[in-house]
Nanobody
């Protein structure tokens, strides 16, 4: 029902910033809550941040709270993840996921609940 595409990843040094973008395919993107997840080599996909379908409520993993900011732009059908003060531990492939139905107000933190995913964008933070 919705196609997602992440962009904005790259290679940076510790302390630097990156801004990731998740672009939805159309106006139906606004009917979903959106979450950012990441997966490091040898590890399972983990929750990073999420935003409700309205854009009014945001949620963050403890590991990124205070450093990352999630927001959405309904006019451009995008959800951004501003990442500041990056650490080597943030190195991972970052994925954008969308979930609808009963989860649009309070999106889940488990990746298995998300119905749609992008292909991911690599973030590498050197020490």
């Amino acid at each position: 029902q919705v196609q997602l595409a992440e962009s904005g990843g790259g290679l940076v040094e510790a302390g630097d910033s990156l801004r990731l973008s998740c672009a939805g395919s159309g106006r139906t993107f606004g009917a979903y809550a959106v979450g950012w997840f990441r997966q490091a080599p040898g590890k399972e996909r983990e929750f990073v941040a999420a935003v409700s379908w309205s854009g009014q409520s945001t949620y963050y993993a403890d590991s990124v709270k205070g450093r990352f900011t999630i927001s959405r732009d309904f006019g451009q059908s995008t959800v951004s993840l501003q990442m500041d003060t990056l650490k080597p531990a943030d190195t991972a492939v970052y994925y954008c996921g969308a979930v609808g139905g009963q989860y649009i107000v309070e999106p889940p933190t488990t990746p298995s609940e998300y119905a749609f995913w992008g292909q991911g964008t690599q973030v590498t933070v050197s020490s």
